[in-house]
């Protein structure tokens, strides 16, 4: 999870520096700025259901024990006409 905590640094560090450069430009038109804010929202909301979902991931893989799935031994087929039904 630390790696993702790494992107979301860096994310954040990027759209802090966007919306200062656009905020401190007098030529900015406020568009442009809805426009940003609007993909950084987007961007956020996305990083949210993605952290969601691993941690209900996490949470339901640790509820759930391992189950071992039944199998027949190869031994139990004698010859290939037994192994297709024939």
Same mark, same amino acid.
């Given at each position: 999870?630390?790696?993702?905590? #790494?992107?979301?640094?860096?994310?954040?560090?990027?759209?802090?520096?966007?919306?200062?450069?656009?905020? #401190?430009?007098?030529?900015?038109?406020?568009?442009?700025?809805?426009?940003?804010?609007?993909?950084?929202?987007?961007?956020?909301?996305?990083?949210?259901?993605?952290?969601?979902?691993?941690?209900?991931?996490?949470?339901?893989?640790?509820?759930?024990?391992?189950?071992?799935?039944?199998?027949?031994?190869?031994?139990?087929?004698?010859?290939?006409?037994?192994?297709?039904?024939?």
């Amino acid at each position: 999870m630390q790696d993702y905590y #790494d992107y979301v640094k860096q994310v954040t560090a990027i759209n802090t520096e966007a919306v200062r450069r656009l905020v #401190d430009c007098e030529d900015t038109n406020s568009l442009e700025l809805a426009e940003l804010f609007e993909g950084i929202a987007n961007l956020y909301l996305d990083i949210s259901d993605d952290i969601r979902e691993r941690f209900i991931s996490l949470r339901a893989d640790a509820r759930t024990p391992p189950v071992r799935q039944a199998t027949a031994p190869l031994s139990v087929i004698r010859n290939p006409e037994e192994a297709r039904g024939g």
